[in-house]
């Protein structure tokens, strides 16, 4: 009987020292701000300057808990382009030593999804649209572009002078742009076209028809980002900015 007391009591103990860590490490991790920089510098260049500082305490945790769902993968990527953005968290208390961790981000081509990078060389490839949207708004204050609910087309009138063409409100048609521009064949590619672009979309990415008019390339305005759609892409994505079918004159 005295020695189950004995043990009820080192038990309780115990319970109460975990409680009391696990307690301390809880107030630690809450009572921090994120500090948050953007790359400035143009296309392959890193140059990365503080745009804010993220106090408030549930944003903080929604972003801790959005990198504790996502599945972390070792990889080596030395051709990554600089990251579009970075952030560390920081305890609010000076006299609190903890070694920080670079988070980056980079924007997928499609504008509706994340890569995130932790350290030197462990990466998220696969967040889903929600959760790239969320944090993505956390973090920078602004939404994802292709979270948009406009899309805005403007056509080359022959002078390359460039008008509104186009007004796109529909989700299922935002969306199908979006997928298309997502899981186009991206290259690192810095490309000369012999003529401006026939089309752009929200002034962000710029379209040309291929030289056969059955595909078309694009790139993406600013960064080194070209892609050459198939003929089906291609097709969909024609009718949809300019509501004609690619190739009929």
Not at 107 to 124: F, S, W
Not at 168 to 183: A, R
Not at 203 to 208: A, C, D, P
């Amino acid at each position: 009987m005295l020695l189950r007391k004995l043990f009820v009591g080192l038990f309780i103990v115990l319970l109460i020292i975990v409680t009391g860590c696990s307690n301390n490490i809880s107030t630690v991790n809450e009572d921090q701000f994120i500090i948050v920089q953007k790359n400035i510098g143009k296309e392959y260049e890193s140059n990365f300057e503080e745009i804010r500082k993220i106090t408030d305490g549930k944003q903080v945790h929604k972003v801790k808990e959005i990198l504790k769902e996502l599945k972390w993968e070792y990889a080596k990527r030395d051709t990554l382009q600089p990251a579009d953005y970075q952030f560390v968290f920081q305890p609010k208390d000076p006299k609190i030593k903890a070694e920080a961790i670079l988070y980056k981000i980079w924007i997928t081509p499609g504008r509706d999804r994340l890569v995130i990078g932790q350290g030197e060389n462990r990466y998220a490839f696969k967040l889903t649209n929600e959760q790239s949207a969320i944090l993505f708004e956390i973090i920078t204050g602004d939404k994802l572009s292709m979270d948009a609910k406009t899309l805005v087309i403007e056509k080359n009138d022959g002078k390359d002078h460039y008008q509104n063409s186009k007004t796109i409100t529909d989700k299922e048609s935002i969306k199908y742009v979006s997928t298309i521009l997502e899981n186009a064949p991206w290259e690192d590619a810095s490309v000369s076209m012999t003529h401006p672009p026939d089309f752009k979309i929200n002034n962000l990415y710029e379209i040309w028809i291929g030289p056969q008019k059955n595909s078309l390339e694009v790139v993406i305005k600013g960064k080194n980002k070209y892609a050459k759609l198939s003929e089906k892409d291609s097709k969909t994505l024609f009718k949809i900015i300019t509501g004609k079918t690619l190739g009929e004159s």
